[in-house]
């Protein structure tokens, strides 16, 4: 089967190494890591590329031609909500967001949120493609903040962009299943003396990443959205669900 994947960067490790093994002809788009803190922009971005993708398609000899679009996103605030097809089935994981694929399942995910309440995440592509939180990175945007505020509202604005973290009491840093990585597990320890959160490690897997990229896409772990359909919240555990949608044929 030839697949089209939309995903986000923080993932390029996991989903390409998964790629070069799969049975199936996967191609990646891939998308900058931050989107889904502005859900409209995530949603615009996704919904160009899906276009995008069915618009290619339709020049394509039939042989080559992908059987469906699948996103390596969860809800992320909302900014799935609303996506549509005109020809091809979307794929996406029944999950809140990225931490569930890395954890696995959305159930371990849930279960790891009872036992580590206040929880800030830390792994490999979170380190490589975010805005993480260390001294470091804090400088760093201070430094800019004076170079284009001044000193006062550069440490008002600090100020109130780091109101969040006093609702945090863990530093959760999930390793790479490809290899370890002692330097980003030493950069998320540090993080967590420097603000004053208690260190966790836990495994990551590979096992939801795996199912996304070859299937299968059993319906309590995916939402399979038709072509000419779009995918509203669903408000419970299933987090998904699909209804017809009124669409133009012009891309």
């Known amino acids: 089967m030839r697949l089209a994947l939309i995903g986000c960067m923080v993932m390029n490790r996991e989903i390409s190494h998964l790629i070069a093994e799969s049975g199936h002809v996967v191609r990646a788009w891939w998308l900058r890591q931050g989107l889904h803190d502005t859900p409209d922009v995530l949603r615009t971005e996704l919904q160009r590329t899906v276009d995008e993708i069915e618009r ?79 001294k470091e990175n804090y400088a760093r945007k201070r430094a800019e903040y004076v ?47 420097d603000f004053g959160w208690q260190f966790r490690k836990v495994e990551g897997s590979m096992e939801y990443f795996s199912a996304l990229v070859n299937g299968p896409w059993e319906d309590d772990r995916f939402l399979v959205c038709p072509p000419r359909c779009r995918m509203e919240a669903d408000f419970s555990d299933r987090k998904l669900r699909s209804v017809p949608a009124e669409l133009d044929d012009q891309l």
């Not at 609303?82 to 995910?109: N, Q």
């Open 147 to 193: 170079e284009n505020y001044g000193e006062e509202n550069a440490d008002f604005l600090m100020e109130c962009e780091n109101g969040w973290m006093d609702k945090y009491q863990c530093c959760g840093f999930i390793s790479c299943p490809l290899g370890d990585r002692p330097d980003y597990e030493a950069y998320a320890r540090q993080a967590a003396e």
């Open 56 to 134: 290619e398609n339709g020049l394509l000899p039939e042989h080559l031609r992908f059987k469906a679009v699948v996103l390596a996103y969860g809800l992320c605030s909302n900014g799935v909500v609303g996506l549509r097809s005109r020809s091809l089935p979307i794929v996406v994981p029944r999950c809140d967001d990225c931490i569930s694929l890395f954890l696995g399942s959305a159930e371990r995910y849930r279960a790891l949120f009872l036992e580590m309440p206040g929880a800030y995440w830390y792994n490999t592509g979170w380190i490589e493609q975010a805005f993480t939180p260390s």
